[in-house]
């Protein structure tokens, strides 16, 4: 079960996620994230894959937050074009 959470027009949004550095959009996620009330202490942000003009003209960035503590992965960020949203991975069972 992943939990998902999208905006459109909230800010901060990227109207043209090509023309981004990864620092930027990194910095957008972290942004979105704070309007959420999401505290980001203890996760490092790192950028998935290619950037948009690379990726066959997607204009998406993929930011991935993994714990400090172990490096699992637990939340994405997708900053596209027009429109932000955080995708939750599912928790381990005990």
Not at 1 to 16: D, K, M, N, R, Y
Not at 17 to 39: G, R, W
Request: no cysteine; aromatic share 10%; charged share 20%.
């Amino acid at each position: 079960q992943i939990h998902f959470v999208q905006t459109t027009g909230l800010e901060p949004f990227a109207p043209h996620v090509a023309t981004l550095q990864k620092s930027e959009a990194i910095a957008m996620a972290n942004a979105f994230l704070k309007q959420l009330d999401m505290s980001i202490d203890g996760y490092q942000p790192e950028v998935a894959g290619t950037q948009p003009s690379e990726a066959q003209g997607i204009g998406q960035f993929i930011v991935i937050y993994k714990r400090v503590e172990d490096g699992k992965e637990m939340f994405q960020v997708n900053v596209q074009d027009g429109s932000t949203s955080v995708a939750f991975y599912p928790a381990e069972k005990p």
